[in-house]
């Protein structure tokens, strides 16, 4: 079939020099080589069972997430005209903070320099239109563990000047303390001062104890982290971003949410509820007022939300929130949710979306053009 422009904003990579630092770790996130097969990915904590062997925790993790062409493959394969890739879950939280700063340069540098190496090759003087071409643009990562939010905010001055660079991922912790932490203002005013779009993602997912602890999580392997704990986790952390009155004081923040925002557009009626009903907070003994600007009016202005949601009860959730089809945008997951079987080319997880979203705009051609690529490319500058 053939597609308008198709952008997928939802893309992972670990670049080779963040597998080889997975490798030398042995605790959460690790990467283990077993004697026989395909080396093992350790990073959501539940994946590091001390009763599974150590040869069969986590997954398997293939040359898909680590090498470009592979991506490029998928990419063809899939109709995908161009990928704004960033580095998976769990990024750079983990590292000691006198690393910081080093690993995020080295990171942001190699992925700039694959995206530029990649678009030279098929576009010398970067003239020719998107579609048809495979380009690659980038989200940022972020040295948060730094000592200081000042080194924080270089990055992101920094990153101006890198030509291929559209934004940031981050995860929910923040500094570590969540994302509705003061000490991110300075964080928060260079990205809008920038207008990077900060592409928000889960990891942490909800303690075993949410879905009943254990051992219950355990006879359901990914099902419960992945299908409630992360879209919970994106859910709790841009809500407590509004209740610390975030889009107050940076009211041009932009904001990608991973996973069609979690559970954010189906439960925004119920929030913005809960907060006229609560009235006012407790900050430091005192009373402080709550948001000044609707949960509504901040999904319209200042969130978009990518089309990671396998089904069309989520699509139309999204579109209903941000009052539109213009926030909206098409991406993957990949090298997450490969094909179910050995040899197979297509991704279900990706046809799966795909038809998600002809069914939900059957008819509305405009509509899945936005969607499918014209949003990705008219925010985030591409063509
Ligand atoms: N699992 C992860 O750990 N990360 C993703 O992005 C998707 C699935
Ligand atoms: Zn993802």
């Not at 009943?212 to 952390?237: Q, S």
């Not at 610390?244 to 932009?254: G, I, N």
């Not at 499918?372 to 985030?380: E, I, K, S, T």
């Amino acid at each position: 079939m053939s597609r308008p422009l198709v952008v997928d904003v939802h893309t992972h990579v670990y670049p080779p020099s963040y597998m080889a630092m997975l490798r030398a770790r042995k605790t959460v996130p690790y990467i283990h080589d077993p004697a026989s097969g395909e080396p093992r990915l350790i990073i959501l904590s539940s994946d590091d069972d001390p009763s599974i062997p150590i040869d069969e925790r986590g997954r398997p993790v293939d040359t898909s997430y680590s090498d470009i062409n592979v991506k490029l493959s998928f990419m063809k394969q899939h109709g995908i005209d161009s990928s704004v890739i960033s580095l998976a879950n769990p990024w750079l939280d983990f590292l000691d903070p006198a690393e910081a700063q080093q690993w995020a340069e080295r990171i942001n540098n190699d992925l700039e320099e694959t995206c530029a190496q990649n678009n030279k090759s098929t576009d010398p003087d970067n003239t020719l239109p998107l579609k048809g071409r495979s380009t690659l643009f980038a989200f940022a990562t972020l040295p948060l563990s730094a000592p200081s939010p000042d080194i924080i905010v270089n990055e992101i001055k920094r990153l101006k000047t890198l030509p291929h660079i559209r934004g940031v991922i981050m995860g929910t912790s923040g500094l570590g303390n969540g994302l509705d932490d003061e000490k991110l203002g300075p964080v928060w005013a260079a990205l809008e001062e920038t207008q990077f779009l900060l592409f928000l993602h889960p990891h942490y997912g909800l303690p075993d104890e949410a879905f009943g602890g254990p051992e219950v999580t355990k006879r359901y392997g990914h099902v419960l982290p992945l299908a409630l704990g992360f879209p919970l986790e994106t859910t709790i952390a841009v809500t407590r971003m509004l209740l610390s009155r975030v889009f107050d004081k940076f009211p041009r923040l932009q904001i990608l949410l991973a996973h069609s925002g979690g559970t954010l557009p189906f439960l925004a009626g119920r929030i913005e509820s809960c907060i006229m009903h609560e009235r006012k907070f407790v900050e430091n003994g005192g009373d402080v007022p709550g948001p000044q600007r609707s949960i509504w009016e901040v999904l319209k202005t200042n969130i978009f939300l990518d089309a990671v949601v396998y089904g069309t009860a989520g699509l139309k959730a999204a579109v209903a929130a941000g009052e539109g089809t213009d926030r909206l945008m098409f991406g993957t997951d990949h090298p997450f949710f490969p094909p179910l079987n050995e040899g197979e080319k297509e991704w279900i997880s990706v046809t799966t979306n795909y038809k998600a979203i002809d069914a939900t705009f059957e008819g509305q051609q405009e509509a899945v053009a936005a969607v499918l690529g014209g949003n990705a490319a008219r925010v985030l500058k591409l063509e």
